[in-house]
């Protein structure tokens, strides 16, 4: 069956249908990542989104849900040049059989180097996945909101809280990995009950969209930060610098992949990042917030991570739980961890 998608500006690709659900809309994205498709699918961070794959060929080892950073998936749709359209060996799920099971409609022979170019000049727009005909409010995006339980994980001494704004399950890896004890609170959590539950440290998460969306909570936020030691990660580091007065701008077509190169202003140090997002603080919003840059994207020189020189807060604009090769990031969780120690044990001797 033939299928396609349509830009809000008109601009239409044609292709070949996957699934049984006949169509979806959302803000079309790209992925420019060789591999990492069931992290890319199941990021509460891509919630509502169609993503289109650089990569040529999508789908050859599966689709294991051990590799997936959510319970279910999180895009609206898929767009490929081409998928693997056999059976897998064994028990493993296929890729396009995984989707449809999940009742996301995906597209296959697409042209997805014309399609990216598009959002290249065009930005980020507003799209509809179609195997008929398109409803007539086809192009009103819907805002997502994380709709958490308080969750607990881990049973390491430190108790570290991670705001869920959408977060990933491997960031609550890599906290127990480094010895935590890991408690989920939705991001509307009533302080009163935060206290309660005798954090050593916080962890702002990764989200989707626009994050003036939580404006209402910015000052719970700021009470926080200036309290405990707070790491913010991709959304939560926006949120910590709308928190204390700075200022954020939607980029053209975004930031998502597994190579984006990002170097360390103190060290000179460049690493290759995974990223994911739409926004980025504006660094001429920083002056009188306290943060100073800590990351900057070689390519056009965007924050990518913040230090706070008052207060035990640092955040990275990437995804340092996702690893492109090398570990090169995992540090900064460790850094962080000792700062939690460290102030665990001045409280102590107070």
């Given at each position: 069956?033939?299928?396609?998608?349509?830009?809000?500006?008109?601009?239409?690709?044609?292709?070949?249908?996957?699934?049984?659900?006949?169509?979806?809309?959302?803000?079309?994205?790209?992925?420019?990542?060789?591999?990492?498709?069931?992290?890319?699918?199941?990021?509460?961070?891509?919630?509502?989104?169609?993503?289109?794959?650089?990569?040529?060929?999508?789908?050859?080892?599966?689709?294991?849900?051990?590799?997936?950073?959510?319970?279910?998936?999180?895009?609206?749709?898929?767009?490929?040049?081409?998928?693997?359209?056999?059976?897998?060996?064994?028990?493993?799920?296929?890729?396009?059989?995984?989707?449809?099971?999940?009742?996301?409609?995906?597209?296959?022979?697409?042209?997805?180097?014309?399609?990216?170019?598009?959002?290249?000049k065009k930005g980020?727009?507003?799209?509809?996945?179609?195997?008929?005909?398109?409803?007539?409010?086809?192009?009103?995006?819907?805002?997502?909101?994380?709709?958490?339980?308080?969750?607990?994980?881990?049973?390491?001494?430190?108790?570290?809280?991670?705001?869920?704004?959408?977060?990933?399950?491997?960031?609550?890896?890599?906290?127990?990995?480094?010895?935590?004890?890991?408690?989920?609170?939705?991001?509307?959590?009533?302080?009163?009950?935060?206290?309660?539950?005798?954090?050593?440290?916080?962890?702002?998460?990764?989200?989707?969209?626009?994050?003036?969306?939580?404006?209402?909570?910015?000052?719970?936020?700021k009470n926080i930060?200036?309290?405990?030691?707070?790491?913010?990660?991709?959304?939560?580091?926006?949120?910590?610098?709308?928190?204390?007065?700075?200022?954020?701008?939607?980029?053209?077509?975004?930031?998502?992949?597994?190579?984006?190169?990002?170097?360390?202003?103190?060290?000179?140090?460049?690493?290759?990042?995974?990223?994911?997002?739409?926004?980025?603080?504006?660094?001429?919003?920083?002056?009188?917030?306290?943060?100073?840059?800590?990351?900057?994207?070689?390519?056009?020189?965007?924050?990518?991570?913040?230090?706070?020189?008052?207060?035990?807060?640092?955040?990275?604009?990437?995804?340092p739980e996702a690893?492109?090769?090398?570990?090169?990031?995992?540090?900064?969780?460790?850094?962080?961890?000792?700062?939690?120690?460290?102030?665990?044990?001045?409280?102590?001797?107070?």
């Amino acid at each position: 069956m033939k299928g396609s998608i349509t830009l809000a500006n008109g601009t239409s690709f044609a292709g070949d249908w996957l699934g049984d659900h006949q169509y979806c809309s959302g803000e079309v994205v790209f992925y420019t990542g060789m591999t990492g498709y069931e992290q890319v699918l199941t990021d509460p961070s891509y919630q509502g989104q169609i993503v289109v794959f650089s990569y040529p060929f999508i789908g050859n080892y599966g689709f294991m849900p051990e590799s997936m950073e959510s319970a279910q998936i999180q895009v609206s749709g898929v767009i490929m040049a081409d998928c693997y359209p056999f059976q897998l060996e064994g028990e493993q799920h296929s890729l396009t059989a995984y989707l449809n099971h999940h009742q996301i409609p995906a597209l296959t022979n697409v042209d997805t180097r014309a399609l990216i170019q598009q959002i290249r000049k065009k930005g980020s727009v507003p799209a509809v996945m179609h195997a008929s005909t398109i409803p007539s409010d086809s192009f009103q995006l819907q805002e997502c909101w994380p709709k958490t339980a308080l969750q607990k994980f881990g049973t390491g001494k430190t108790h570290i809280v991670l705001i869920d704004f959408g977060y990933k399950k491997s960031i609550a890896d890599s906290l127990i990995d480094q010895g935590c004890t890991v408690t989920v609170v939705p991001f509307d959590y009533e302080t009163a009950e935060i206290e309660k539950l005798n954090p050593d440290g916080f962890v702002f998460s990764n989200g989707a969209g626009d994050p003036m969306r939580f404006s209402k909570y910015f000052s719970r936020y700021k009470n926080i930060a200036v309290r405990y030691p707070v790491l913010g990660i991709c959304l939560g580091h926006q949120i910590l610098a709308l928190a204390f007065g700075g200022e954020t701008m939607k980029l053209k077509f975004g930031h998502r992949g597994a190579n984006h190169p990002v170097m360390n202003v103190k060290t000179g140090k460049v690493s290759m990042s995974s990223q994911n997002h739409s926004y980025v603080v504006k660094k001429e919003s920083l002056h009188s917030t306290g943060f100073n840059i800590w990351f900057e994207n070689v390519n056009d020189k965007s924050v990518e991570g913040l230090w706070h020189s008052q207060y035990d807060i640092s955040s990275v604009q990437f995804h340092p739980e996702a690893a492109p090769g090398p570990q090169e990031h995992a540090q900064i969780f460790q850094d962080f961890i000792q700062t939690v120690k460290h102030k665990e044990k001045v409280r102590s001797y107070a």
